[in-house]
């Protein structure tokens, strides 16, 4: 069976669903195919025993005012919740302890995650000149020449770990973290920068990462795109084999319930991960295989543990901790999901969200699953203090998590420019490109949005 439709939109996560959302309110005539049941990609969103459990990201971050528009115009204010204070405080292992990451000056002199060398070391950052292609630097090498190699060891590689689940001597500083180079290669250094782009961000409307206030929604991080896909035509079970160029226009070929369609499009946007979206366009251009095969996506193992709140021997009284690579942990960090938003469990329990493997420890999944379980648990357990096992234990292991924005990655960046401009109605989207992040993704739908919008008004008929 053949169908014409107008925009085409392959993938229901939150890149494709932001990008429908904001063609559909301008009038297109859009039509999403997801090979899943439901919405939302690696937004998963599960209920047991009274555990509200986030197998994706567990929360995000209020960094473009797209996010709340979004979030009003889907009819989701209602049920948008913030992290509570009692969260504010980031806990580092160090030496087997949990240490407060300092936010202030006067926290920063008194703590002891740093050492009096390494706090000193921090005043000649200012002086320090800029340095050569970002693209070709790793995250690494930038901080420790910036701000010295225990920094890197207690500050970057744990904050690496948490959000990309990356290697920061593999990662690119300018394609990972192009706000942190940005602010050498625009101020000359990163505190004269931080000062600087503050006012610039305030001229935006746009908050950094660190100040940006951290959201959810009553029934999870899923409530998101299952709110936006609820007032869009979002068909499921759809395995897109192919898509083809037929003639000025594009046809998709797909399998749903053992039957075949296709659908003729005038534009096509995937959301797909790339190395999906290198199959589905094999027909048009092989050379995106090779570029999707060089772009890595370690495995990531997400544990959720509940248990009696009595049987903890330390204050919940932050959001969690990361574990830099020198401390030998089989896991890479926790969230203290309970404390950071109320509803995640009843009052005398707690939960919390453990992470294992990345790119920094993918060997680790050669072990039989459940000692490695087993082996986290037992560490956590000696970190936490708590005296007795867990009474909820829920895992999910990602088999490719989040893409990795390695050294050279603006090899591939280049690429898909070249691609979208050597195809025009073909667009690719997703968490490759632009970001990694949940407000990331929001805010490239708007600048997807736009080169669609573009598209559509000089070679298609408006609907």
């Known amino acids: 069976m053949e169908y014409k439709k107008n925009i085409i939109i392959i993938g229901a996560g ?9 063609l559909v309110k301008d009038g297109f005539d859009v039509t999403i195919i997801e090979s899943a049941s439901e919405p939302g990609g690696s937004m998963r ?30 009819g ?20 087997g302890r949990l240490n407060v990451l300092p936010t202030s000056p006067p926290a920063f002199i008194k703590t ?4 009096n060398k390494a706090k000193f070391r921090l005043f000649a950052e200012p002086f320090i000149g800029k340095s050569d292609d970002g693209y070709y630097q790793s995250l690494a090498d930038f901080v420790r020449r910036r701000l010295g190699q225990e920094f890197l060891d207690y500050a970057i590689d744990p904050f690496v770990s948490g959000v990309f689940a990356g290697d920061p001597f593999k990662l690119s500083v300018k394609s ?70 037929e003639g000025s226009n594009y046809k998709i070929d797909f399998e749903k319930n053992g039957e075949h369609y296709n659908l003729i499009a005038s534009a096509v946007i995937s959301t797909v991960p790339v190395y999906t979206a290198s199959k589905i366009f094999s027909d048009i251009d092989t050379e995106l295989t090779d570029h999707a095969n060089n772009i890595y996506y370690p495995p990531v193992m997400v544990l959720y543990l509940g248990f009696d709140k009595n049987s903890i021997g330390i204050p919940l009284d932050g959001f969690g901790y990361l ?53 986290v648990i037992k560490e956590f357990k000696s970190t936490m203090k708590i005296n007795a096992d867990p009474i909820l234990i829920r895992k999910k292991l990602w088999q490719h998590a989040i893409p990795q924005y390695n050294i050279g990655y603006v090899e591939h960046e280049n690429f898909f420019d070249k691609f979208e401009k050597e195809n025009p109605g ?12 949940v407000g990331d993704c929001v805010k490239n739908s708007e600048l997807v949005y736009d080169k669609v919008k573009y598209f559509c008004n000089n070679e298609i008929k408006k609907i």
């Open 45 to 74: 969103t599960s209920f047991e025993n009274n555990f509200l459990i986030d197998f994706g990201p567990n929360s995000g971050l209020e960094t473009t005012p797209l996010i709340r528009q979004l979030v009003d115009e889907i």
């Open 426 to 437: 073909l667009f690719l989207s997703g968490n490759y490109r632009g970001g990694i992040s």
């Open 176 to 245: 990972a973290f192009p706000k942190l180079y940005r602010l050498e290669e625009i101020y000359g250094g990163l505190i004269k920068g931080m000062i600087k782009g503050a006012r610039e961000r305030k001229k935006r409307s746009e908050q950094s990462k660190q100040s940006a206030k951290m959201f959810s929604f009553v029934n999870g991080m899923q409530s998101f795109p299952k709110a936006i896909a609820d007032k869009l035509n979002v068909n499921y079970g759809c395995n897109v084999k192919s898509v083809r160029r």
């Open 14 to 22: 939150i890149s494709g669903l932001a990008t429908a959302h904001w």
């Open 76 to 95: 989701l204010s209602n049920e948008m919740i913030y992290a509570s204070e009692s969260s504010n405080k980031r806990y580092i292992i160090r030496d």
């Open 112 to 115: 002891k995650l740093f050492s």
């Open 323 to 375: 574990i830099p690579s020198k401390e030998k942990k089989t896991y890479l960090g926790a969230i203290w999901s309970s404390t950071i938003f109320d509803n995640r469990c009843e009052e005398d329990k707690a939960s919390f969200t453990l992470f294992i493997g990345g790119a920094r420890a993918p060997h680790l999944f050669v072990m039989d699953e459940e000692q490695l379980v087993q082996t």
